[in-house]
């Protein structure tokens, strides 16, 4: 217990900083063009969900890169403003918080993807943050707590020694020392798994991908757009479309929506038939709840990682006895980053989209 409260120093300690100025300086550069390299290149061969993978590894090397940063930037504060704790609390502060957001960024990844391809879901009525986190939950307690928590416990080390000796938040000089000797090793660890990292993603994405070989790469292609389908669709129903499901509609106005998504085609667009019914609604009732789910339904195909990249809702409206009516959206990615914009997300935004066709009765 005493060597943990009162861990022992180098005797040289202001040479243990040269060194690691250099050799963290060194590493800085070589990792960082060998991600660069590694999502550039490597990630051409992944045919299936290459979008979510690209994301996972991005995070995986987001930890390495902001532990190396603080590994350089650290020592030279050190080392020419020796008197000056303060900076370097300030600095390793900066470090902690991006750190264990990268390292929160890459479980939920990691979740999201282990979601799609398992039976776990998330419910529909969660927001952001409940979601971002029932991601991090879904990967399991066991995964959980041998990658979180010593990632966590080693960066907050420094932090406990300087409460314990100093009774303050800024780092003793062991304190300072232990913040550049953990993120040091840490890095030399996720050097040793920057590879093997890699190829557990194309494990993965050959698992998830049950594909027939083909000689043509335009069947490749088709056979591609098939199996992205089948993983937007494991998102929607993990995250609480039971509607998908034609046995089991959903409540809508005063009478049922449901919804049939045409997976099993191979072209490059997600296709959705909505067929609602409903009785004693007035028009602008219909447009508006039209909307609100509309509105709901881009949201969870704008936060899916697939590589479809266009979405059709096509709503067929029965209303009593009447002739069914129509009302047509068509959105890629990038008209919906507009729509879920900070300060524009309202279902009455779904309008302004370039493809909408409403009935006359909805104008």
């Not at 987001?62 to 930037?73: D, E, H, K, N, P």
């Not at 902690?96 to 979601?115: H, M, Q």
């Not at 050097?191 to 069947?219: C, D, H, N, Q, V």
Request: charge should be positive; aromatic fraction near 14%; include cysteine.
């Amino acid at each position: 217990m005493d060597v943990i409260l009162n861990p022992p120093l180098p005797i040289a300690i202001e040479e243990f900083y040269k060194t690691l100025l250099s050799v963290s300086g060194v590493l800085f550069g070589i990792a960082f063009a060998a991600m660069l390299f590694v999502l550039q290149s490597g990630f051409s061969s992944f045919k299936f969900s290459r979008r979510m993978f690209l994301e996972l590894y991005l995070h995986f090397g987001r930890q390495l890169l902001y532990s190396l940063a603080y590994l350089t930037a650290a020592p030279f504060l050190v080392l020419f403003f020796s008197g000056n704790s303060a900076a370097v609390s300030w600095l390793y502060g900066l470090y902690f918080i991006f750190f264990l957001n990268a390292t929160l960024d890459y479980a939920k990844e990691e979740g999201c993807i282990l979601t799609i391809h398992s039976t776990k879901y998330v419910p529909r009525h969660y927001g952001r943050i409940r979601t971002y986190f029932r991601y991090i939950a879904n990967r399991g307690v066991l995964r959980n707590i041998s990658f979180l928590l010593p990632a966590v416990l080693l960066i907050t080390y420094p932090y406990f020694l300087s409460l314990i000796n100093a009774g303050t938040l800024y780092l003793t000089k062991a304190a300072v020392f232990y913040s550049c000797l953990i993120p040091l090793l840490y890095s030399l660890y996720k050097i040793t798994k920057f590879i093997p990292e890699f190829f557990l993603y194309t494990g993965m994405e050959m698992s998830a991908s049950t594909r027939e070989p083909s000689e043509e790469r335009s069947e490749e292609e088709k056979q591609q757009n098939i199996v992205e389908k089948r993983a937007l669709r494991e998102h929607l129903v993990n995250h609480g479309l039971s509607e998908l499901n034609p046995t089991t509609p959903r409540k809508f106005i005063d009478g049922v929506i449901s919804v049939n998504f045409l997976d099993k085609n191979d072209n490059d667009e997600a296709w959705f038939n909505l067929d609602v019914e409903a009785n004693n609604v007035t028009p602008m009732q219909v447009r508006s709840n039209v909307l609100i789910y509309s509105h709901a339904l881009a949201k969870r195909l704008h936060e899916s990682k697939v590589s479809i990249n266009t979405f059709v809702l096509s709503f067929h409206i029965r209303v009593g006895n009447q002739p069914s009516r129509n009302m047509f959206f068509r959105m890629s990615r990038n008209e919906l980053e507009k729509v879920f914009s900070p300060g524009r997300d309202r279902p009455e935004d779904m309008c302004e989209l370039k493809n909408v066709l409403f009935d006359e009765l909805f104008r």
